[in-house]
């Protein structure tokens, strides 16, 4: 049932919303006042923060349609949230190789890295950011139809028609979209969980490499459960849903049981939002102990004191 859904994504979008806030909000607080000496990624979790931060807050404005059934806010704002949708989770998935390959890196080969700046992770950033936003347009563009009706002027997201393409086009994109966007995304991640893996069972590691190495093995196999829980299912559901809006899946029963799938692996898509400031607090010893309460009490103290002496001095 088409209610259901709606009702279904306006509850999910609702429990992601305020967390998700607050948590990247919060996260890059911490990253920008207290870890500006750090080179463990931290260029690439700001990223990440923002990623999942841009999303949020085009949440309520999906909140609000599914509610009510009906977009009021006119067709590029409607192509726009549904694009931004793409970017946050492409740019999420950019920046979690980006964290474990980072991490990784460091670990494996420390003297090699140990003058390395960290204006070469903002050009990395830059970099994903302009291929991902290129790389995403083809979603809004298969979207954009010109000769909508008055019922698809008023809708929005998931409801938006796609426009017709042959069979051929079709899978080429779809498996260009999951070689470049999941698989390789994944098996990136993969190896260097098992490079780590393989790096703590050698024997002539000190304590302090032992407790390093775990560390990282810790963070780069938190991004891959996040990538597996939050992306997986929805590069499984994508092509599928895709058939089905394209109108190549005839048989009713599978369209249905498709296209419940794929609004579950969207919502858990969106979950990502609020799931990886988790990956910041279990895996990032300096972020924890900046959110315990007298390093929070001790920081907006500092904050306050940079103000007074900023205002007066002005």
């Keep these: 049932n088409n209610t259901d859904v709606k009702c279904y994504y306006a509850i999910t979008y609702t429990l992601i919303l305020i967390p998700g806030l607050i948590g990247n909000v919060l996260a890059l607080w911490i990253f920008y006042g207290y870890m500006k000496e750090t080179k463990r990624a931290v260029i690439f979790m700001m990223n990440l923060a923002i990623a999942d931060l841009a999303q949020v807050l085009?949440?309520?404005?999906?909140?609000?349609?599914?509610?009510?059934?009906?977009?009021?806010?006119?067709?590029?704002?409607?192509?726009?949230?549904?694009?931004?949708?793409?970017?946050?989770?492409?740019?999420?998935?950019?920046?979690?190789?980006?964290?474990?390959?980072?991490?990784?890196?460091?670990?494996?080969?420390?003297?090699?890295?140990?003058?390395?700046?960290?204006?070469?992770?903002?050009?990395?950033?830059?970099?994903?950011?302009?291929?991902?936003?290129?790389?995403?347009?083809?979603?809004?563009?298969?979207?954009?139809?010109?000769?909508?009706?008055?019922?698809?002027?008023?809708?929005?997201?998931?409801?938006?028609?796609?426009?017709?393409?042959?069979?051929?086009?079709?899978?080429?994109?779809?498996?260009?979209?999951?070689?470049?966007?999941?698989?390789t995304p994944l098996l990136i991640i993969l190896y260097c969980s098992w490079k780590t893996i393989l790096s703590l069972k050698e024997k002539n590691s000190i304590s302090h490499d032992f407790g390093e190495k775990q560390k990282t093995l810790k963070m780069i196999l938190t991004c891959a459960v996040?990538?597996?829980?939050?992306?997986?299912?929805?590069?499984?559901?994508?092509?599928?849903?895709?058939?089905?809006?394209?109108?190549?899946?005839?048989?009713?029963?599978?369209?249905?049981?498709?296209?419940?799938?794929?609004?579950?692996?969207?919502?858990?898509?969106?979950?990502?939002?609020?799931?990886?400031?988790?990956?910041?607090?279990f895996t990032t010893d300096e972020f924890r102990r900046r959110l315990s309460r007298q390093d929070l009490q001790d920081s907006i103290q500092l904050h306050n004191k940079n103000y007074a002496k900023k205002h007066s001095r002005t």
């Design 58 to 183: 085009s949440l309520p404005l999906r909140i609000f349609y599914y509610l009510s059934g009906i977009w009021h806010f006119g067709k590029g704002l409607c192509i726009f949230c549904f694009y931004l949708k793409y970017v946050n989770m492409y740019a999420s998935i950019y920046f979690l190789v980006c964290i474990s390959i980072r991490r990784f890196m460091f670990l494996m080969y420390p003297f090699k890295f140990s003058e390395y700046k960290r204006i070469y992770d903002v050009y990395i950033s830059i970099a994903g950011w302009i291929v991902v936003c290129i790389g995403c347009l083809p979603f809004p563009l298969l979207r954009f139809n010109h000769n909508e009706t008055s019922i698809a002027s008023n809708s929005c997201f998931a409801d938006l028609p796609i426009n017709t393409i042959d069979l051929s086009n079709a899978i080429v994109m779809v498996t260009v979209g999951e070689l470049i966007g999941f698989v």
């Design 226 to 281: 996040v990538f597996l829980i939050c992306f997986a299912p929805y590069h499984i559901s994508f092509p599928l849903d895709f058939l089905v809006k394209s109108n190549w899946i005839k048989n009713q029963r599978a369209r249905n049981v498709i296209s419940i799938f794929h609004a579950v692996a969207l919502c858990l898509a969106s979950l990502n939002s609020c799931v990886d400031p988790v990956i910041y607090y």
